[in-house]
T-cell receptor
Framework: DTGVSQDPRHKITKRGQNVTFRCDPISEHNRLYWYRQTLGQGPEFLTYFQNEAQLEKSRLLSDRFSAERPKGSFSTLEIQRTEQGDSAMYLC?????????????FGQGTRLTVV | GENVEQHPSTLSVQEGDSAVIKCTYSDSASNYFPWYKQELGKRPQLIIDIRSNVGEKKDQRIAVTLNKTAKHFSLHITETQPEDSAVYFCAAGGVGNNRLAFGKGNQVVVIP
C-alpha cells in the first residue's frame, strides 16, 4: 500500500495519560497535515508541515498538543495529559506542493478514546 | 478564517436519479474546492476538485460547478448507484498553503 498510513488505528487511554500517533505520508509528498474529526463533523485542521518545517497551527491545537516531522518524512502527533474531549479520529493527509497540484490524500486515521 | 457550510445534511435518492449537494464558503481568497467521499469507518477519499479559474468540471457521473461571485459550489452525481451511499464533504482552501476548511458533510442514501 503506497498511500498514507497511520499507526495505531485505535487507541484507548485513561484520562491524564500521554499518547503519540504516527503518520507516514506518500513518499514523494512534501506537505503533511493533521486533522481531527468528531462524529457527525467534517475534519478540522490542526497543523501542517512543509518538509520538516511546521508552517501553521490552528487555535484548536492547545499547548498539550505537539507535532513533529523531524526529517521531513513521517510525522508524530503527541497529546499530553489527555482529556475526554480529546476523543476523536485523528487524520493525517499529505500532498505534493507544485503548481496546479494540491490534492490531499488522507490516511485511515487513529481513533482515540479517552476514558 | 474560512467557513464552509453544506446543505442538505441528509439526502435520499432513488437509484438512477441525480443527487445535488450545495456548499457555500466565506473567504473570497479561497481558490481550491475539493469534494471527499467518506464511507463508514473509512478514510475521506478525494473524488473531484475544482480550482477557481474554471466554472465546471466533470468526471464520468460526477460533476462540480463553482460560482465565485456567489461563493458557492455544488456536487452533482448522476445515475446514482447504491455504492454512492456515503457522507460527502466539501472543502475550501488556498492553493498556497493548502489548508482545507471542511463542511459538516452530507449523508447521501441511494435507495435501490
Amino acid at each position: 500500500d503506497t498511500g498514507v498510513s497511520q499507526d495505531p488505528r485505535h487507541k484507548i487511554t485513561k484520562r491524564g495519560q500521554n499518547v503519540t500517533f504516527r503518520c507516514d505520508p506518500i513518499s514523494e509528498h512534501n506537505r503533511l497535515y493533521w486533522y481531527r474529526q468528531t462524529l457527525g463533523q467534517g475534519p478540522e485542521f490542526l497543523t501542517y508541515f512543509q518538509n520538516e518545517a511546521q508552517l501553521e497551527k490552528s487555535r484548536l491545537l492547545s499547548d498539550r498538543f505537539s507535532a513533529e516531522r523531524p526529517k521531513g518524512s513521517f510525522s508524530t502527533l503527541e497529546i499530553q495529559r489527555t482529556e475526554q474531549g480529546d476523543s476523536a479520529m485523528y487524520l493525517c493527509a499529505s500532498s505534493l506542493s507544485r503548481q496546479g497540484a494540491t490534492e490531499a490524500f488522507f490516511g485511515q486515521g487513529t481513533r482515540l478514546t479517552v476514558v | 478564517g474560512e467557513n464552509v457550510e453544506q446543505h442538505p445534511s441528509t439526502l435520499s435518492v432513488q437509484e438512477g436519479d441525480s443527487a445535488v449537494i450545495k456548499c457555500t464558503y466565506s473567504d473570497s481568497a479561497s481558490n481550491y474546492f475539493p469534494w471527499y467521499k467518506q464511507e463508514l469507518g473509512k478514510r475521506p477519499q478525494l473524488i473531484i476538485d475544482i480550482r477557481s479559474n474554471v466554472g465546471e468540471k466533470k468526471d464520468q457521473r460526477i460533476a462540480v460547478t463553482l460560482n465565485k461571485t456567489a461563493k458557492h459550489f455544488s456536487l452533482h452525481i448522476t445515475e446514482t448507484q447504491p455504492e454512492d451511499s456515503a457522507v460527502y464533504f466539501c472543502a475550501a482552501g488556498g492553493v498556497g498553503n493548502n489548508r482545507l476548511a471542511f463542511g459538516k458533510g452530507n449523508q447521501v442514501v441511494v435507495i435501490p
